[in-house]
């Protein structure tokens, strides 16, 4: 019932937001931090705040060049690459997951037309058997003396 439901797959896809909302939340904070401890590692037009940060980050997980913010220390784009690198294991794992999603809605769907294939099956074997009044072992006897 409860994959049937569907609540798995929501589930997985709230997941994944919110591993991309934390991902960009955390590294909005290291880059905020490395520009406190050396504040020539970023280029940036205007004074930087978090919210520049996060701004940042979240351009680096998506396909947005939204921001001005450019790494210009070694530090920095090492960082930043390694958040690119983060953004793509997340793209692999919401492949799978819509994958893993698109397998078990397969199954199910296999599942259910199998069981009513099989009922449908039983159905016609008790009416041909009602309709012959005959039973399944004189059936069985006839076949192995023909085959």
Do not use: H
């Given at each position: ?38 504040p020539i590692s970023f280029n940036a037009e205007s004074t930087l705040t978090f919210w520049n940060f996060w701004g940042f980050s979240f351009g680096k997980l998506t396909p947005s060049s939204i921001s001005t913010i ?78």
């Amino acid at each position: 019932m409860v994959a049937k439901s569907r609540k798995p797959d929501l589930y997985l896809i709230v997941s994944w937001l919110g591993t991309v909302f934390v991902t960009s939340i955390v590294y909005a904070f290291e880059y905020w931090a490395l520009n406190k401890i050396n504040p020539i590692s970023f280029n940036a037009e205007s004074t930087l705040t978090f919210w520049n940060f996060w701004g940042f980050s979240f351009g680096k997980l998506t396909p947005s060049s939204i921001s001005t913010i450019s790494p210009v220390s070694l530090l920095a784009t090492i960082l930043s690459y390694s958040e690119l690198f983060c953004a793509l294991m997340i793209f692999v794992i919401l492949v799978f997951s819509v994958l893993t999603v698109a397998r078990e809605k397969y199954k199910d769907d296999i599942a259910d037309f199998i069981a009513e294939v099989k009922g449908l099956g039983d159905e016609m074997q008790n009416q041909i058997f009602r309709f012959y009044n005959i039973a399944l072992v004189d059936v069985e006897k006839t076949l192995l003396r023909n085959n």
